[in-house]
């Protein structure tokens, strides 16, 4: 008898939607699991590991826990096939195991107490294994123990203890979204996923497409979704609409009632009277899809206004700009082509007198100009839709395809911070979204405000304020000490320039509140990697070892995440580029315009690194920026890297090159340098003596009034800035800066050197002035250092440098909350500059 005989047995393909074969599985990839919640006769959730080529499956009640005191019966099943691990979606009534199922976890596996997958095998038959879990909520050593009885089915799934387990109580439907919970219980009691009057995705039936096309619309249908794209396809299946800036609506006329529905099902009558009553006079039934828009004189859109509702303001007009049409006379169209539901949809709306309803017609327009005419006409972007295409109510398709010219995001409203300065009301919001039935924070946004919206949000906050944040406990938020904690209710919509490689909106500005949005349905807007071999474990493996990031029209592959650049401390390549992408707004002021040179370590920092100063710009991506600058010493003209955004930070940093390490001038005033510095080398001294060094520089240069300031250099020592506002040239500035260190060597004789020769200075502290003179680099403010523990040039205060500091306390992770925390050092140094003539005067 086959492995999966029983599986096959149990089920009629033709009216069940769930695989049917085991599906193909690259041999060299990891053993993966999935876990899905099940909303049959009785809930419960199914736990399953692949086990000689194929899914061994237990159903547990309770659902697997992370306290190692619950031992959770797991009841064994039939095997099912590996295709059967990213499964979701409904099993209709009459069919084995009819219900609801979704994704609760998915991952893969390591073998605990077995040495190879046969000797796994072998345990499993004798009903005791223990394995270790990498999924997003279950993580860490199980084990699944068969009980002791007459029944061999019975087994006891047990965490055990380790840094993942938890002491509190942990029920898995904690982290099922509401939605999830309500569409279960709908089927259960009715047989379909309707919700209140908005129909879900529909399963496959044995009908006819003829018998289907005849189908009553007896419920509005839930929209078709788009998939985020960062480009326009090309190809005569695709026709292209304008994206409209306003709220989703589903009309529809049926008999003598006229209904708006919003995309999670709410109905909008009340707010959009004048609507609700040009369409009512229309003498069809019909249910359309289409978008609702306040426009001004100018037809931009008014998105703010939009959940006040009706009545507007003057000069201003609400608008339904119908793009598909679902039923007409009760005739279900969703099984016909695109084209020829556009078709019908032109037809039928010619008749259509009322002036707020529109017709969305196809862009003629070539693709190449497309984006170029929907920027010059400040709209938020193209739809491009295949004109095959069936209408696939509730589901997101890559048929349907949406292009932002500026990027978006619905974000549920989780809290908010004190204002400061003159501002009113509030300072920031804090952000989430639902993400598999779990609150994910995705930063506080502090713009995009007026009076008015300020008023408005801070008056709908006090009856959802709560004590305790609704995040999980180990998400830390920015200036969480700030907060007022909101029950996650409210939905808006945010602008963004990007996302950062933790999952945080960069430079979010407020947009407006959703009315016809949930907190439930709220996910990342990102582009989705095209999924092959069905998901499998080598594909998500690969996956994660390779990311690309879009910055408008620039596209970062960055490559080798999972290479380990730090052997000892197992730190990764990509942890670095988290760093550096979180850290970005903090760094890039101090590389703007200053040329690059890269000190990379393509294989680690235990493994030979190399110095690279020129680059070939043919090799790079056309938008990565480089200066041509003559070198004397060489004769020759180098092509030199420029940072001037998160992007080329990125595109750098992928190349291995851990330090970032600018030029002290720009390449427009390459002889004239933005900072002066002095480079405190311990050279082998105490630490603390280079601490003491520091401090008497500071009493020096606080007597001469000059602004001056400092930070570790992430190896062992300290520098000090000075900013000379490129007002003088390096000979001068060196001079400066040499004068600077004559003064501190006197003061320390006896623990100090301005000799160049290593072999005379030995042990003692080395007053380096010469880095001051052109196409001379050093570490950024900021930059990783190759050293142990992936430490990092730090910006201090003054009030930090004592005998307590230690350059190991700034690094890679620590440096990000410290950020967030702490007031930027620097904070003031573009501001600060230096009257050099009327400091040498005050030495």
């Known amino acids: 008898m086959g492995k999966l005989d029983l599986y096959q047995k149990k089920r009629d393909f033709s009216k069940t939607a769930e695989p049917s074969e085991n599906g193909l599985k690259d041999s060299s990839s990891k053993l993966i699991f999935t876990v899905q919640r099940h909303h049959a006769s009785r809930l419960h959730y199914d736990f399953r590991l692949e086990i000689d080529g194929v899914l061994k499956s237990w159903a547990v009640p309770k659902g697997p826990s992370l306290n190692p005191k619950d031992r959770r019966l797991a009841v064994e099943v039939e095997d099912h096939p590996l295709s059967y691990a990213d499964f979701e979606g409904s099993i209709p009534k009459g069919n084995y195991g009819a219900g609801t199922v979704v994704v609760f976890d998915s991952g893969t596996y390591d073998l605990v107490a077995a040495k190879n997958e046969k000797e796994f095998l ?39 203890k380790d840094e993942y387990a938890v002491e509190k109580e942990y029920d898995a439907e904690d982290f099922i979204a509401a939605s999830v919970k309500k569409e279960g219980k709908t089927f259960k009691k009715e047989g379909t996923s309707i919700k209140k009057k908005v129909l879900k995705t529909e399963e496959a039936t044995p009908e006819t497409s003829e018998k289907q096309s005849k189908k009553k619309a007896e419920a509005v249908p839930a929209p078709m979704l788009t998939k985020l794209s960062p480009d326009l396809p090309d190809g005569a299946e695709w026709i292209y609409e304008k994206k409209f800036d306003g709220f989703r609506i589903l009309a529809e006329k049926n008999g003598e009632k006229t209904n708006l529905y919003s995309r999670n099902g709410n109905l909008l009558n009340k707010q959009y009277p004048s609507i609700v009553k040009a369409l009512a006079e229309i003498d069809k039934d019909f249910v359309l899809d289409g978008e609702l828009v306040i426009e001004n004189k100018q037809n931009q859109s008014q998105f703010q206004l939009l959940k006040s509702g009706e009545p507007i303001a003057a000069g201003l007009s609400l608008n339904y700009y119908v793009f598909d049409m679902l039923s007409l006379d009760g005739n279900d169209l969703r099984d016909f082509e695109l084209e020829n539901r556009k078709e019908l949809l032109r037809l039928f709306l010619e008749k259509v007198k009322a002036k707020q309803i529109h017709f969305v017609p196809s862009l003629d327009l070539q693709v190449d100009n497309m984006l170029v005419h929907a920027e010059e006409n400040k709209w938020e972007g193209v739809i491009a839709k295949d004109k095959t295409s069936t209408y696939l109510s509730g589901k997101r398709s890559s048929s ?122 709220t996910k990342l807007e990102v582009i989705e990697p095209q999924e092959t071999e069905k998901g499998s474990a080598i594909e998500k493996e690969k996956l994660a070892n390779e990311k690309e990031l879009v910055f408008g029209k620039k596209k970062v592959s960055l490559t080798n995440l999972n290479k380990i650049y730090w052997p000892k401390e197992q730190i990764s390549k990509g942890e670095m580029l988290s760093y ?85 001038s720009t390449y427009k005033k390459p002889e ?7 480079d405190l080398d311990p050279n082998g001294a105490d630490f603390k003596e280079v601490v ?61 050197s301005i000799i160049r020769d290593p072999k005379k200075r030995k042990n003692l502290i080395y007053l380096d002035y010469l880095q001051n003179k052109q196409g001379q680099t050093i570490a950024a403010p900021y930059s990783v250092r190759p050293k142990p523990g992936a430490t990092v040039s730090a910006p201090l205060h003054w009030e930090e440098v004592n005998d307590e500091l230690s350059i190991k306390d700034f690094d890679i992770f620590s440096m990000p909350k410290r950020l967030k925390d702490l007031a930027d050092p620097w904070e003031n140094i573009w501001k600060d500059t230096v009257d050099l003539k009327a400091a040498i005067k005050k030495f």
């Not at 004239?672 to 002095?678: E, H, M, N, R, T």
């Open 692 to 752: 003491q060094v520091a401090l008497s520089c500071h009493d020096i240069l606080n007597n001469a009034e000059v602004p001056h300031y400092i930070k570790t250099s992430g190896s062992s020592g300290l520098h000090i800035y000075m900013n000379m506002d490129q007002k003088y040239d390096y000979e001068l500035v060196r001079d400066f800066v040499q004068l600077l260190a004559e003064m501190l060597q006197s003061a320390h004789p006896d623990t100090t």
């Open 122 to 160: 072998k345990q499993w038959k004798e009903g005791s294994i223990k394995f270790e879990l990498h999924g997003e909520k279950l993580k860490g050593e199980f084990a699944l123990v068969r009980m002791k009885g007459d029944d061999p089915t019975n087994w006891l799934l047990i965490k055990h």
């Open 400 to 521: 349907w395809l949406k292009i932002k010219l500026r990027n978006t995001q619905e974000a549920i409203i989780c809290g908010y911070t004190v204002p400061q300065g003159g501002r009113k009301y509030f300072g920031a919001l804090v952000l989430g979204v639902m993400e598999k039935g779990e609150l994910l924070y995705i930063g506080n946004c502090g713009t995009g405000f007026n009076d008015d919206s300020l008023k408005e949000l801070h008056g709908s906050f006090s009856k959802l304020i709560r004590k305790t944040k609704p995040f999980p406990a180990a998400v830390k938020i920015a200036k969480a000490r700030e907060v007022t904690w909101l029950s996650p209710k409210l939905v808006c919509d945010v602008y963004y320039s990007e996302w950062t490689m933790d999952r945080h909106l960069r430079h979010p500005v407020y947009k407006g509140l959703r009315a016809d949005k949930s907190a439930e349905e």
């Open 580 to 664: 550096y992408e979180q850290i970005a707004d903090f760094i890039l002021p101090y590389l703007k315009d200053k040329p690059i040179s890269l000190n990379r370590y393509p294989n680690g920092i235990d493994k030979p690194g190399f110095f690279q100063k020129g680059v070939e710009p043919k090799q790079l991506p056309s938008w990565v920026k480089t200066t041509e600058i003559y070198s004397k010493s060489t004769e020759k003209t180098i092509d030199y890297l420029l940072c001037n955004d998160v992007a080329s930070l990125l595109f750098i940093a992928n190349l291995g090159s851990i330090e970032i390490n600018p030029w002290l």
């Open 672 to 678: 004239k340098p933005q900072f002066a510095v002095l």
